[in-house]
């Protein structure tokens, strides 16, 4: 298996295992069109952090998509992208505005108050159903972690389901991440934060 840096040009494969992978997940029923939107806005700011593992064939068996600066991201990325947003919003207003609602609103979201957003995020991790349990996750995480620890991060932080995702959560407490707190995703979503120091 081969692991490199993500670019624009993998966004299709991004999209292909995202949607195998998160099927029930909110960005996933913003349709196939606005992952790909997404990613790519994504890849292309200056702050991402982006890895793939490719098998012998060239074709992607799993992604990592991080950003090293939380603090402030999901606005740069609007702003850096104000007219796609637009018309992409536009289009969620017609045919799915409470869709768009629960996009702005957690886009927006105000963290716990203990919470500076000083240290890199983990967005997205996946991996090709067909290819788990090889240690992918693992290798993805842990080169996420010291690509963000070589641009200066001294922590990484995620966020997962609180309920029944235990496998899940047992799985990043295993490599150093401790619960952060816990808080709702509009509408009534509870999900942990998670935290680990990388130094």
Request: hydrophobic content about 40%; charged content about 20%; aromatic content about 14%.
């Amino acid at each position: 298996m081969v692991t490199r840096t993500l670019n624009e040009t993998d966004v299709y494969e991004i999209t292909r295992i995202h949607l195998i992978s998160f099927s029930t997940f909110f960005l996933t029923r913003l349709g196939e069109s606005f992952l790909k939107f997404f990613y790519k806005s994504f890849l292309k700011h200056r702050d991402s952090i982006g890895f793939g593992i490719f098998d012998n064939t060239g074709l992607m068996v799993g992604f990592s998509v991080a950003t090293a600066r939380s603090s402030g991201f999901n606005k740069s990325l609007i702003i850096q992208n104000l007219n796609s947003f637009f018309f992409i919003g536009l289009k969620l207003l017609v045919t799915k505005p409470g869709s768009l609602l629960r996009l702005i609103l957690n886009l927006s979201k105000k963290n716990d108050p203990r919470d500076d957003g000083d240290y890199a995020e983990l967005y997205s991790i996946a991996v090709d159903p067909g290819k788990q349990g090889l240690g992918i996750g693992k290798i993805l995480l842990a080169i996420t972690e010291k690509a963000a620890l070589d641009r200066g991060c001294k922590k990484m932080a995620l966020t997962t389901d609180f309920y029944n995702n235990s496998d899940v959560v047992s799985f990043y407490k295993s490599l150093g991440y401790v619960v952060f707190y816990e808080f709702i995703a509009f509408p009534d979503r509870k999900m942990y934060k998670l935290v680990k120091t990388l130094i």
